[in-house]
């Protein structure tokens, strides 16, 4: 059932690539502009965190702040914004690389969370020393003095013949599994996770997966299951861009026939 899930995706992936190649860049750059938004938004709730797209697109137009509570709350959106232009690039990086193993490093991914929490960065990024009582999460996750070897093994298991031989769904959705199971960082792990995650699907030719914030019980329960819930749920979240996307450029067209 689930390779015929993504069979499903992959099809209407296709169409999509078609009629985005015959749409104006301009109206396409525009419509990602709103993606992002909306993707800083769902990542943030999934966290527990509310925002407006008013503070987003403030917080990312580098508008003038009149209420200094907002400082640290921008920052933050900017970093996000920065870490996601960070996936994008790296993306096509990799994408023209030859070479398929040791794409995906421990240094890339301290790198990731070093762009989405600068403060961290100052203190040489160390990983988390204990095992945090107040998080957003409650599934297991590793004891700290493991996580050294945990993301060694991580990247690893990424270069291995059997993991390579994954759909790309999977494979991502594998990934952002395990480093999850780890949890790195008090704070950031999640937001980590899921880029990181973006950062494979993009490279391999997929858009990004933005889980909705109405998904965040699902999404929880997802990270406490063995099963393959994750990347049933990443496929979903995919499938649901790909639609959105193609209703808005064929609602796009059938105004400008009314036009005409």
């Not at 750059?29 to 797209?53: P, R």
């Not at 990312?60 to 959106?77: F, G, N, P, T």
């Not at 937001?191 to 993009?202: E, F, G, H, I, Y």
Request: charged letters at 30%; proline letters at 4%.
């Amino acid at each position: 059932m689930e390779e015929s899930r993504y069979f499903e995706l992959d099809a209407r992936l296709e169409s999509l690539r078609i009629r985005k190649a015959a749409e104006d860049p301009r109206v396409l750059a525009a419509y990602g502009d709103k993606v992002d938004i909306g993707w800083i938004y769902h990542d943030n709730a999934l966290e527990g965190v509310v925002l407006t797209s008013g503070e987003i697109r403030d917080a990312l137009d580098r508008k003038m702040i009149s209420d200094v509570s907002l400082v640290s709350l921008y920052e933050e959106i900017r970093s996000h914004k920065s870490a996601m232009d960070f996936v994008r690039e790296q993306a096509k990086e990799q994408a023209a690389q030859k070479k398929k193993t040791g794409l995906v490093t421990v240094e890339l991914i301290k790198q990731l969370h070093e762009i989405l929490t600068p403060e961290d960065k100052a203190k040489g990024n160390p990983y988390r020393k204990d095992n945090p009582l107040h998080r957003s999460y409650f599934h297991e996750i590793a004891p700290a003095d493991k996580i050294p070897m945990r993301m060694r093994k991580l990247c690893e298991w990424l270069d291995e013949e059997e993991t390579e031989s994954l759909h790309p769904i999977s494979r991502a959705a594998g990934l952002h599994f395990r480093l999850m199971a780890i949890y790195p960082w008090t704070k950031n792990s999640g937001k980590v996770a899921r880029l990181l995650m973006n950062l494979l699907l993009l490279r391999d030719g997929y858009p990004p997966s933005v889980i909705h914030s109405m998904e965040r019980q699902r999404y929880y329960d997802s990270l406490r299951a063995e099963n393959g819930q994750l990347s049933q749920l990443v496929n979903d979240a995919l499938l649901n861009y790909v639609n959105t996307t193609l209703r808005f450029l064929e609602e796009l067209a059938e105004l400008r026939r009314a036009a005409s």
